[in-house]
């Protein structure tokens, strides 16, 4: 990778862990890497696999909406979301590492029943 093209997906990263969102439609590399430089370990250590899903899901689009339930890079289902006090829309807001840590923490409740 090129020295100026690791300048711009560090800047990407910097601005996304910084929890500030502008809707745009990321890459996986750009989903990987944002995760992988998380704080949380988990999201750090299954960056790979979210970013995988998330394309998969969102067409990595960070404010997707299906139009009837689902939201964010990961389409989380609202009724889901309203679980843990969140609307759809504060989802759909929310940095791409914040996206992650609700949809691994719905996961793991999820698998709790």
């Known amino acids: ?25 990321l890459t996986q590399v750009q989903i990987r890497e944002t995760l992988a430089n998380s704080a949380n370990s988990m999201i750090a250590h299954k960056s790979e696999i979210l970013a995988a899903e998330a394309i998969e899901q969102s067409g990595g689009k960070t404010d ?26 504060e989802y759909r807001e929310m940095s791409v590492e914040k996206q992650a840590e609700i949809y691994l923490k719905l996961q793991n409740m999820e698998s709790r029943r």
């Open 64 to 89: 997707a909406y299906n139009g009837t339930c689902c939201n964010g890079l990961w389409q989380i289902q609202t009724g889901n979301l309203k679980s843990l006090n969140i609307t759809g829309t």
């Open 1 to 25: 990778m090129s020295m100026m093209k690791k300048m711009a997906v560090a800047a990407l990263v910097a601005f996304m862990m910084a929890g500030v969102v502008q809707a745009e439609t």
